[in-house]
């Protein structure tokens, strides 16, 4: 087991706990109104008898406000003194959110995907989609621990568990760090339990380090709200996303002359090489509800990442070329 404190900006600190297969200990904690939120598809729920126990289904369509609304419905007819919340980002930012807004500080992350356990919800806000916008609604907060269990990686389907070192991968890229290296290997599924919990301790520190950096957003983070859109839905592979929004602003750095194209070219090979991305996603993009922030923080040839401001007629032109780029190549 491995164990340390993240400090955060705002005084807070949280627990953080890397092992495997000691999260069942939860459940024999006997206190007053313990609660217990957690994604449908963890089979290990299947087998626990629970009382105070609430399921959801983990997607980015359960960041909604209606769902919000109901889980706010369903847990303001109990006197809660804990929550424990197991499952992937969009059912830890979603009880993030509505804990906090409903006044109930006292709960713990346990992350079920390779993504929620590297990029951990430790910015000190939850976001929830509205009005066919994502992400558009914040709440400051922060959670007492996360506990991350390896065990519960083991009933997600391969095919995702490869796709999710892809945003490790890209981590590994921008702080210059042998995590990306890692990523492509571990990619092949091919590690012991002890290595993967070296390699997410290693990652998660990596995460903290830029969380603790000037920069607000990671790259990519900026153009993933293109892709969710009323045309398209919600439904979508969140690490596909991300890496096409990567790519997208990859493109752009290179567009103002801050990266080298090759560089490019050499990170989209490796992705397309080791990760499945489907490059058709860049199709969901809909023009004509075009929405998403001007500041970029951009990953330049030098290593640096550059905050710069681009005017929102040029985002647009710019994101018109880059789905020519793609469409010529690959779709």
Known sequence: MKQFIYEAKQGQTVEINIGYDYFRKVFDIKKYNNFYLYDKKISFFNKIKLNNEIPLIGNENLKSFDKYLTLVLR???????YVNIFGGYSVLELSGYTLENINISNYSFYPSTLNSAIMLPLKGKYYLNFNWKKDF???????KKVNIDTKLFETIPQKEMKNMFIIPYLLGKILDSKISDLSLN???LIFSEIDLQEYIYFSVKQ?????KSKYRKFPGENIITLFYNKKSGF???FPQVFA??????LYISWYYGFLDFEMFEKIEKELKENFDIPYKLIESIDFNDFYCKKEFSLFTSSGKIISYKI???EIKNIVK???EYFRGGFL
Do not use: A, H, R, T
């Open 321 to 323: 070329e880059v789905k």
């Open 186 to 188: 571990y990619s092949k």
């Open 244 to 249: 096409m929004s990567f790519l997208i602003e």
């Open 207 to 211: 995460w903290i380090y830029y969380l």
């Open 311 to 313: 005017p929102y007629d």
């Open 137 to 143: 609604l914040v709440q400051k907060g922060y959670p």
């Open 75 to 81: 847990l303001s007819n109990f006197d809660i003194n």
């Open 235 to 237: 439904n979508k592979s």
